[in-house]
């Protein structure tokens, strides 16, 4: 192993212990060495910002805590101050305040330290009643190359375009792109796979060919291990695909009943496929190994179904099947949303695409949480170049917003989250529409003849009921 795979092998593990970076795993393991050690300076970078923001507060703990009891001591020992006046009537957050300016038009002097927002813990909302499928690909390593290739860059990404229509997100699950061969060897391989087999139950695809795979040593079959997963406590001497299969599938009836299996045909020449380097490995694996594969593969046929396809273009098509049954059972075409939900939830999926590790954004979005409770502002409007976050900005604020103030009619567009999220008069349309479900107070759309300025008047009368109902409910309107 030359110095350049020792480096880049060091930094993958490094990353893989960093839980801010979990969402970007399987990313991080598709770089190539030359390209990570390039991004090295970088990355040394927001670790150091990363401990910049955290472990001064950690050094001060112990001081603020004494600051807070001293100062509740003689908060004791003064008259309580008289009771706040009433609220103030909540305003319509269709105002606007100077733009906070960005960063394309700040000196570097003026930037606001960097700031690591992680996404706010997740609710039963967040996913419209958990419309989040999460599919567990399993398969040995060597001789399914193609196939994992056909599956990632066509068959998902395609699955996931289908039913984000309906608000539904799938998810592939491959851990094993994204495991160091460090983690391999300090036995994280199979807590690590097991728990995400548990994570997306009743979610999994098996693919089986012609190696059994590799059998981890004995010792990665922790006492701790097998406490924790007892389905496999008995599995010595077995491959981590069997191990996975035997977790996922094979000891859960319910997971068995949803389970897809595909059995390649023996004939297809796989060893061709590979590399010279890799065509040793490819034939090495011993008659006993053989002899547990035909087991293993008689096992899941006595458990679940098992469908033979001739070669890895032939894939795709069987898995979409077989996951557009489940799907659209769980989430059915028939029960499919009217035009305005379905809208509604391609603006959130627009969103919630935009959730999650947010870098430099916290005076922003300190910004917008004090204009949201300033009485009467004017507008916000939020300026920058084309894709420097403005949206990400808007999606992470209001996801946060949300949480705390749940009570306020919140209307959310997002201009590209739908082909025609960009015409005023839908637009318009649309925003009425949500005032209307909103309040539970029904005012008649105009008819399609209307005009685009006889709408917009009606609008600002339709809000103008909206805001005087809401603040009568202790409740605001943010646009």
């Known amino acids: 192993m030359d110095w350049l795979t020792q ?118 909302d967040d996913h419209e009643d958990n419309r989040s499928v999460r599919v567990f690909v399993s398969s040995t390593f060597l001789d399914m190359q193609a196939e994992r290739d056909e599956l990632v860059t066509k068959t998902f990404p395609a699955l996931r375009a289908r039913y984000r229509a309906r608000g539904v997100e799938v998810f592939e699950v491959d851990l094993r792109w994204g495991i160091t061969r460090e983690q391999q060897e300090r036995g994280e391989t199979l807590p690590t796979l097991l728990a995400e087999i548990d994570r997306c139950r009743p979610y999994f695809i098996g693919l089986l060919g012609d190696r059994y795979g590799w059998v981890p040593p004995p010792e990665a079959l922790t006492d701790k291990l097998k406490a924790d997963y007892p389905t496999i406590a008995d599995a010595q001497g077995a491959s981590v695909t069997a191990m996975e299969i035997i977790h996922g599938v094979l000891s859960n009836p319910d997971t068995a009943a949803r389970a897809f299996f595909f059995e390649r045909d ?23 190994a053989r002899s547990k594969l035909a087991e293993l593969k008689t096992l899941i046929r006595q458990k679940t179904r098992v469908e033979a396809y001739a070669r890895p273009e032939d894939i795709g098509r069987k898995v979409t099947e077989a996951l557009d049954a489940l799907l659209e059972e769980r989430f059915p075409e028939t029960q499919a949303p009217d035009a305005f939900e379905q809208s509604a939830r391609l603006h959130r999926a627009y969103a919630r695409e935009r959730w999650g590790l947010h870098v430099g954004a916290g005076s922003y979005l300190r910004d917008l949480s004090r204009w949201m409770g300033t009485k009467e502002s004017p507008s916000m409007l939020i300026a920058g170049a084309s894709g420097g976050g403005k949206s990400t900005l808007i999606a992470n604020w209001l996801h946060a917003w949300r949480k705390d103030h749940a009570n306020d009619i919140v209307f959310e567009h997002y201009l590209g989250a739908s082909p025609d999220s960009a015409d005023p008069m839908l637009l318009m349309r649309r925003m009425w529409e949500h005032l209307n479900r909103a309040t539970g107070d029904t005012v008649d759309l105009p008819d399609g003849r209307a005009g685009l300025m006889d709408v917009s008047s009606g609008l600002a009368q339709r809000l103008a009921r909206a805001r005087a109902k809401a603040a009568n409910e202790d409740r605001r309107v943010l646009v």
């Open 266 to 288: 023996p004939n297809w020449d796989w060893v061709a496929t590979v590399n010279e380097a890799d065509r040793m490995t490819a034939t090495a694996e011993p008659d006993a």
């Open 7 to 124: 480096a880049a092998e060091w930094l993958r593990d490094v990353l893989a212990q960093q839980p801010w970076l979990d969402a970007w795993r399987p990313t991080i393991a598709h770089i190539p060495d030359w390209a990570l050690l390039a991004a090295a300076p970088t990355i040394l970078l927001l670790f150091a910002l990363m401990l910049r923001l955290t472990w001064p507060r950690t050094r001060r703990s112990d001081a603020d805590t004494k600051r807070k009891a001293s100062s509740a001591a003689q908060r004791a020992r003064e008259p309580a101050p008289p009771p706040p006046p009433p609220r103030a009537e909540p305003a319509l957050a269709a105002k606007t305040v100077p733009a906070p300016t960005t960063a394309a038009q700040k000196p570097v002097a003026a930037q606001p330290a960097a700031t690591f927002t992680a996404a706010p813990s997740a609710t039963a």
